[in-house]
């Protein structure tokens, strides 16, 4: 009788609301998620000591437990916008434009480019000395575990960077796709700006 009642309910419930009941679970389950997600982020220890002394922001490799992140080694080079690494100059139409069609960008989650078979459009990855890297652009030498990290100048590419062999942390595996409001939603998420203002430049 119970089994029957709960089987009538289900049917009332998406015959008034148009809605199969249980892709509504999983949307408020996923929701649910989110939301402890969130929480969770928000209660990082790392966290809630640079909002006491912002003087004191830990490296973000520091401040969480990375290692429930699977792992992937990769050599990792550094790439601008400019003509050295793209044959594009400053007001050619597709200039600074990654593949995905967002722009390139150098923040708390920076552009990267990727082998789309390895990592897919859309991937978060970790780069230790690097910081988030949203995988946005793709390159004819960057095949197989390779990635290329934006940076804004070529002085910057060889100070910062140059070339390196690491273990990088896979956050997300992309969809195969990247929208410009999804990246300026990762960099304005409010629980990361503590670390975010490491990565942004000042003007002088």
Known sequence: MLLLFTAALGAT????????IRTTAQMLFSD???KK??????????????????TDI????????????PMKKVVATGYTAGVESTGKRPGH????ITYSGVKVKRDLYSTVAADPKVFPIGTILFIPGYGYGVVADTGSAIKGNKIDLY???VDEVYSNWGKR????????????KITEEEL?????????????????????
């Open 165 to 176: 062999t690491l273990d990088i942390h896979i956050i997300e595996m992309g969809t195969g």
């Open 13 to 20: 419930f998406e015959a008034l609301s148009g809605l199969d």
């Open 37 to 54: 997600a969130e929480e969770n982020l928000m209660a990082e220890p790392a966290i809630q000591a640079a909002k006491a002394d912002p």
């Open 32 to 34: 649910s998620n989110q």
């Open 58 to 69: 830990p490296p973000l490799e520091e401040a969480f437990d990375w290692s429930q992140y």
């Open 151 to 153: 940076y804004e100048t």
């Open 184 to 204: 300026i939603a990762l960099n304005e998420d409010e629980a990361m700006q503590v670390f975010r203002q490491t990565y942004l430049k000042t003007s002088d």
């Open 93 to 96: 139409p597709s200039y600074g």
